[in-house]
């Protein structure tokens, strides 16, 4: 129904940047939210970032400062920029959407493949 393409991960040195991109296409009503979540090896998945589609967004204290994110609703596709990466940001990053499918009035989750993101000198 939704698929939700990401890109931009990498291997990065700390204090470097880089910027995940996340698409969503399909049979998409509309779009409440999206947002990024991170999981890293032997540990939970954790929320980094969400952005509703009228522009409110949140952070995890971990990233605050050092993260940003926004969206395109033209383009259904959200973006996070990461600066100042430390090596505890090194975990398989997840793009989520909740979404309004067409023909269907309540909200669905749904998650992209995950992308890497490795933080080291």
């Known amino acids: 129904q939704v698929q939700l393409v990401e890109s931009g991960g990498g291997l990065v040195q700390p204090g470097g940047s880089l910027r995940l991109s996340c698409a969503a296409s399909g049979s998409i009503s509309s779009i409440n939210a999206m947002g990024w979540h991170r999981q890293a090896p032997g540990k939970q998945r954790e929320l980094v970032a969400t952005i509703t589609w009228g522009g409110i967004s949140n952070y995890a204290d971990s990233v605050k400062g050092r993260f940003t994110i926004s969206r395109d609703n033209a383009k259904n596709t959200v973006y996070l920029q990461m600066n100042s990466l430390k090596p505890e940001d090194t975990a398989v990053y997840y793009c989520?959407?909740?979404?309004?499918?067409?023909?269907?009035?309540?909200?669905?989750?749904?998650w992209g493949q995950g992308t890497q993101v490795t933080v080291s000198s």
């Open positions: 989520n959407a909740k979404v309004i499918v067409v023909a269907q009035w309540n909200i669905n989750d749904f």
